[in-house]
C-alpha cells in the first residue's frame, strides 16, 4: 500500500520517466534512505549525492560512512563532497542553514549536469510540507509561501534540471512505519530536535499541539490546503504577476518604469519590487519591509538610492534602476579597478559610481562636489578608480592649464593624513574626477553635450 500510494502520487504528477535516471539527495536520515530505498523497490536507475557539512565533527563523518555503505549494498553509484570549509568562511550574511541549502543545491546541479540528468528527487514529505506552510504564514508570507513546496520545480531559475519530490504524498508516520516493518536503519541528526532552530520547535512542539487538537490529520489538512494554493498560484497568480511584471519592466535592462509602476496599487507595486528583487538581485532578502522600503523611492528625488549587502537600487528619472553589488575595496595603491556604469565600487570609507542618464538634468550642481556631472561621450568605458600617485595631474574644473593632483590637494587644504585616501577616476589614462573633490575640465558638460554621466561618491 506505501509504495503503491508512491507510485501513484508519481505517475499523476509525471514527475519520474520509467527508463530515466534519478539522483537522489540522501543526507542518511529516515526519509532520504527511505526515499532511496522505494525508488530502488519501484525500479528506477539510480545515483546518489551527499553532502558532509562537518558541522557535527565525527557525526558527519559517520553519516557519509553510512550513506556509503547503504548506496554500495544496492549498487547505486554515490557522489560525495565536503563543505565545512565553504560554510565556516561564509560571509554572505545568511545563516549556516541557508548556506548549506544553496551549496547542497549548487552540488546537485553539477552533479546532474556532469551525469546528464535531468531529476533530482528529494524526500520531503507530508510533515515537511505543514512545517514550511506554518513557517511562511509566521514570517507573514504572500500566495507563494502559502502554496508550500511544489512537488516539482526547476532545480535553478531557467534550469533544464528538476526537482521532484515523491515523498510528498506520506507522512512521517507513514515512513517510519514502513521503515520498520522492514527493519531498516537510518542516522539520526541531533540538530533535528533542537529548539534552536524553529523547524524543529515547529515538528517537536506545534504540529503535535495542531494534532492533539485537530486531530492526527491536521499536518495533511494544512498539506491539502497548501495543495490547492499550489493549483491557484500556478494557474492564476504566477501568469498575473508575469504579465504585470512585463508591463512595468523595460526590456534588456535591470529597470522598472516608476511612472507604470506608480499606476498600479500599492499591494502590486510592492509585488513587482519583489519580482525585481528575485530576477535581477537575488543576493536580497524579499521581505514586506525591504518592498515598503524601495517603494518610497518611487516619491524621492532623483539619485537616492538603497543600498544591501547584495545590490543597489537607485532613483533615476522615471525608472528605478536594480545595479549588482559593490566590488571589494581597493586595496594598496597600485590596485585599479574597473568601474562599469550602474556598478558601485567600494573604497575604503565609501563607494563610486557612474550612472549614465537617459535625460538632461535640471540642475549640473545637484550634489556637488559628492555628485557631479560629465560628457558621457567623451568617458571610454569601463572607467577606472585607483588612489592618486605623484606625478599625477589634471585640469582643475575652471582652470586653463593642468595641476598636479598633490598640488590640488594641498591647495584645497586637505590635511595630508587624508591625502592618501584620495582617489582618482580615470577614464584611460586621464583623470577624470578626483574623487568627492574636483571634475576634471576636460570632461565638463558643455552645450554641445547630449548624453549625461552622473559621477557620485557614497560615503561609508
Not at 362 to 390: C, E, I, M, N, T
Request: with cysteine; charged share 25%.
Amino acid at each position: 500500500m506505501f509504495l503503491h500510494r508512491i507510485r501513484e502520487h508519481i505517475d499523476r504528477n509525471n514527475l519520474l520517466d520509467s527508463d530515466a535516471c534519478v539522483l537522489v539527495g540522501v543526507s542518511g536520515g529516515l526519509d532520504s534512505i527511505i526515499l532511496l530505498k522505494v525508488l530502488h523497490e519501484l525500479g528506477y536507475t539510480l545515483e546518489a549525492a551527499h553532502v558532509n557539512f562537518g558541522l557535527r565533527g565525527d557525526e558527519s563523518d559517520q553519516d557519509e560512512a553510512f550513506v556509503r555503505a547503504v548506496c554500495e549494498k544496492l549498487s547505486v553509484r554515490v557522489h560525495v563532497t565536503s563543505a565545512e570549509a565553504e560554510l565556516r568562511s561564509t560571509t554572505t550574511g545568511i545563516s549556516t542553514q541557508m548556506a548549506a541549502r544553496e551549496f547542497r543545491y549548487k552540488f546537485f546541479t553539477e552533479v546532474a549536469q556532469a551525469a546528464a540528468i535531468d531529476r533530482v528527487a528529494l524526500a520531503h514529505h507530508v510533515d515537511d510540507q505543514a512545517e514550511t506552510v506554518l513557517n511562511n504564514l509566521f514570517s507573514g508570507t504572500g500566495p507563494e509561501g502559502l502554496a508550500g513546496m511544489p512537488v516539482s520545480r526547476p532545480l535553478a531559475p531557467g534550469s533544464a534540471v528538476r526537482v521532484v519530490r515523491p515523498l510528498l504524498g506520506v507522512s512521517r508516520t507513514d515512513i517510519e512505519v514502513w521503515a520498520r516493518k522492514h527493519r531498516i536503519t537510518w542516522r539520526e541528526d541531533s540538530t533535528n530536535r533542537s529548539s534552536k532552530y524553529r523547524r524543529a520547535v515547529l515538528r517537536t512542539e506545534v504540529l503535535p499541539v495542531l494534532a492533539e487538537q485537530w486531530g492526527p490529520n491536521a499536518a495533511h489538512n494544512i498539506a491539502r490546503s497548501a495543495e490547492l494554493m499550489r493549483a491557484y498560484v500556478d494557474s492564476e497568480f504566477e501568469p498575473a504577476v508575469e504579465s504585470r511584471f512585463a508591463f512595468v519592466s523595460r526590456p534588456n535592462v535591470q529597470e522598472l518604469d516608476s511612472d507604470t509602476l506608480a499606476t498600479l496599487p500599492s499591494v502590486w507595486q510592492r509585488r513587482m519590487l519583489l519580482e525585481a528583487l528575485r530576477r535581477w538581485l537575488p543576493d536580497v532578502r524579499q521581505t514586506a519591509a525591504i518592498a515598503r522600503e524601495l517603494e518610497q523611492l518611487l516619491s524621492s528625488q532623483v539619485g537616492r538610492r538603497v543600498e544591501f549587502a547584495g545590490g543597489i537600487v537607485r532613483r533615476e528619472r522615471g525608472s528605478l534602476i536594480f545595479s549588482e553589488c559593490p566590488s571589494k575595496e581597493l586595496g594598496n595603491n597600485n590596485e585599479i579597478l574597473p568601474v562599469h556604469p550602474g556598478r558601485a565600487v567600494a573604497l575604503k570609507d565609501g563607494s563610486v559610481c557612474v550612472d549614465i542618464l537617459d535625460y538632461e538634468p535640471d540642475d549640473l550642481r545637484d550634489g556637488a562636489p559628492q555628485s557631479v556631472f560629465a560628457d558621457a561621450l567623451r568617458l571610454r568605458f569601463p572607467l577606472r578608480v585607483r588612489r592618486w600617485r605623484a606625478g599625477d595631474s589634471f585640469r582643475p574644473l575652471g582652470m586653463l592649464g593642468t595641476k598636479k593632483v598633490s598640488d590640488f590637494l594641498c591647495d584645497t587644504k586637505i590635511q595630508s593624513n587624508y591625502r592618501r585616501d584620495v582617489f582618482l577616476l580615470l577614464s584611460g589614462d586621464d583623470v577624470v574626477w578626483v574623487v568627492g573633490r574636483r571634475l576634471s575640465e576636460s570632461f565638463k558638460v558643455t552645450e554641445s553635450t547630449t548624453r549625461f554621466a552622473r559621477l557620485s561618491y557614497t560615503a561609508a
